[in-house]
Structures are given as structure tokens and as C-alpha cells.
């Protein structure tokens, strides 16, 4: 079984530019979720999808952020524009009906 | 608000020994505690999980003690290898009936077993 895998490994662009990170969760993981580490700090929560519907965005840390999960399969969050605060690791995870499993995440550097 | 603290932030421990990691949550709501092990580049990847109607939950050389009336749960590792060397985070979230929800990560503790 493939895991959920996550394109691009590392993303380096300047401030003001646009970002695309996809996530592809494991197949028939109805569950998909978005996390955020900023260096030496915790693994935050961003949002969550059941099938294409978010189902909790709390964790947005504002409007440059925009998920989308096309049809209820693969995921992605743009980042436009962006700003330096953004730099960390972008990681997605999947479930169904049992523990989250996670992506090797997104190394994204805003410089 | 930081709702898991975790603690150390960095620990070294000798091959053979045992490696302690602490961690406490204010939200009693909170009904599943999982620990997370993750390696240099790869992603978080489940070691051990427990839910607060047991004390103690014991896989192999990895035990998870759980102190409900304190809000505190801990990660014993057993005779530490150095293939243990790894980031390790403790998580609680709020499952419910759904049996799906987002995760709230302590900050990670590195260790580091030395041969």
C-alpha cells in the first residue's frame, strides 16, 4: 500500500511569490488533514477534509492560505502571496477510521 | 495557547538505558494520545497510542504511562539503541464519536542514544 506522498520535497521562493504544495493520501483515506512546523516549535494543525469537504479550518492562519481537495482525492495548499512567517515544514496526513498517517512533508523557504 | 507540553526538548542517553519523555495537556476532552517518532526527512510515523481508560499501555520496549487525574502522560523507551536516535513528539486530540480529528503536538524531543 502507498503511503501519502507529497510533492514538492523542498520549495525555495521569495517573498510575494506564489506557492503549490500537493498532498496524495493513502487511497480510500476519506480523512485528509494539513500540519505546519515552524522550526523548534510544535506541529500545528492547519485543516481538515472529509472527502472534498473541509470539515474543520480553524487552524488557517489567514486568507493567503487556500486548501482544496479536487473530488475527494489529492489535496493541495497555495500560499499566495507569500511571506517569510511561512517558511516551515508542510505536512499532510490521511485516516480512516484509524491512526493518521503521515507524508514526508514540504520543506518551503520564503526568502 | 500550547495545548501538549512536552519535555525535554533534547535528551542523551546511553545504549542499554532508558529514555523518558514527558508530556502533559490541560483539555480533559482529549481522548487519544498517540506518540509520534520521526527521523531525519521523513514524516511522523505512529509508534504507540494509548486512550485514558488504561494506565499503562506497553509495546515491545516502548511504554506509555498515563496519569489521568494529572493530565500527564509519558514515553518510556527500554534498553535505548541508537536506532532509536530520532525526534519524538506526544499528541493528543479529541476523537469522539468520529473517531477522526485534528492532533495537537507537543514541540518534539530529540534524542540521541550514544553506543
Known amino acids: 500500500e502507498a503511503g501519502v506522498t507529497q510533492f514538492p520535497s523542498h520549495s525555495v521562493i521569495e517573498k510575494g511569490q506564489t506557492v503549490t504544495l500537493r498532498c496524495d493520501p493513502i487511497s480510500g483515506h476519506d480523512n485528509l488533514y494539513w500540519y505546519r512546523r515552524v522550526m523548534g516549535k510544535e506541529i500545528k494543525f492547519l485543516l481538515h477534509?472529509?472527502?472534498?469537504?473541509?470539515?474543520?479550518e480553524s487552524g488557517m492562519p489567514n486568507n493567503r492560505f487556500l486548501a482544496e481537495r479536487t473530488g475527494g482525492t489529492y489535496s493541495t495548499l497555495k500560499v499566495q502571496p507569500a511571506e517569510l512567517e511561512d517558511s516551515g515544514v508542510y505536512f499532510c496526513a490521511s485516516s480512516q477510521g484509524g491512526p493518521q498517517h503521515f507524508g514526508d512533508g514540504t520543506r518551503l523557504s520564503i526568502l | 495557547q500550547q495545548q501538549v507540553k512536552q519535555s525535554p526538548q533534547s535528551l542523551i542517553v546511553q545504549k542499554g538505558g532508558i529514555s523518558i519523555i514527558n508530556c502533559a495537556y490541560e483539555n480533559t476532552a482529549f481522548d487519544y494520545f498517540p506518540w509520534y517518532q520521526q527521523f531525519p526527512g521523513k514524516g511522523p510515523a505512529l509508534l504507540i497510542a494509548i486512550r485514558p481508560d488504561v494506565s499503562e499501555k506497553k509495546e515491545g520496549r516502548f511504554t506509555i504511562s498515563f496519569n489521568k487525574s494529572a493530565k500527564q502522560f509519558s514515553l518510556h523507551i527500554m534498553d535505548s539503541q541508537p536506532g532509536d536516535s530520532a525526534t519524538y513528539f506526544c499528541?493528543?486530540?479529541?476523537?469522539?464519536?468520529?473517531?477522526?480529528?485534528?492532533?495537537?503536538f507537543g514541540t518534539g524531543t530529540r534524542l540521541t542514544v550514544i553506543p
Open positions: 477534509f472529509v472527502k472534498e469537504s473541509k470539515q474543520d
Open positions: 499528541a493528543a486530540s479529541k476523537e469522539g464519536e468520529t473517531g477522526a480529528n485534528n492532533l495537537f
